[in-house]
Nanobody, 123 residues
């Protein structure tokens, strides 16, 4: 059974940093494209970043230069380092997994999801 469990969210002031983690079980992340999404109150879920099986990364324009996605295959864990946090980064952050990075980015129906971790940034 595939399971993704996010952690590391919290309440921080603008300019601060957080490191989100996503622990996977039931499969090995090295075989899947992994990604992060976020959903702010009243807004649609948006893709944030992806990392492929060969560790190629991609980012949404809104987070480039501030967010860094990484993974530790040995720990079967995905990470998202978030720096220079802004109030507009406030959202529930979800990790996702799909065999294909197009599947992650477009949230295909066979994508696996975690339950989310809340990030709240105050000004």
């Amino acid at each position: 059974q595939v399971q993704l469990v996010e952690s590391g969210g919290g309440s921080v002031q603008a300019g601060g940093s957080l490191r989100l983690s996503c622990a996977a079980s039931g499969y090995t992340i090295s075989s899947y494209c992994m990604g992060w999404f976020r959903q702010a109150p009243g807004k649609e879920r948006e893709w944030v970043s992806s990392i492929s099986t060969d560790s190629s990364t991609s980012y949404a324009d809104s987070v480039k230069g501030r967010f860094t996605i990484s993974k530790d295959n040995a720990k079967n864990t995905l990470y998202l380092q978030i720096n220079s946090l802004k109030p507009e980064d406030t959202a529930m952050y979800y990790c996702a997994a799909n065999l294909y990075c197009r599947g992650v980015k477009n949230a295909w129906g066979d994508t696996y999801w975690g339950q989310g971790t809340q990030v709240t940034v105050s000004s």
